[in-house]
């Protein structure tokens, strides 16, 4: 009888914690391989060390090319696991209760720097300690058109 309430409240206990499963997509990225800059564009974050997972991550922009490249409010979350990135996935409502979230629709002219926002909190995933990247993409505006993803890490310590 010890042994099955034992049991029973290690269950109980066990089903009230926190526990974190960090969801990704079962293959690594294809693009494991990317910079900070690219095509005269460049990323960087204002903070690139946190201690829990942030509300808002700030980023600056850089487009020191002679191009115009489109982007969006939206970046992607990519965790290191045994050297290579995996996406992290989040539920798609996100993108219906912040429908600002799009990849492009936002003129990066050249020459121009900007700060944006990357609210973390809208995408309703807690980042356990770990060595993450941000990634964006850009559209260039002239033909043949391409796109240029750029990424930058960070980390989250205990």
Partial sequence: MKRLLMLTLLLL?????PVNQ???LDHPSPMQDLHASSSGLSLELVENEFTETPAVVETIITNDSESDYEHGQYYYIEVNKDGDWYTIVHSDSVFLDNPELTDFGLLLEAGADIRQNFALEGLKVEL???HYRLVKTFLSQEQPFYEVSLAVPFDITE
Avoid at 13 to 17: E, F, M, Q
């Fill in 22 to 24: 960090l969801k990704t």
């Fill in 128 to 130: 356990p300690p770990g």
């Fill in 13 to 17: 206990l066990a089903a009230c914690s």
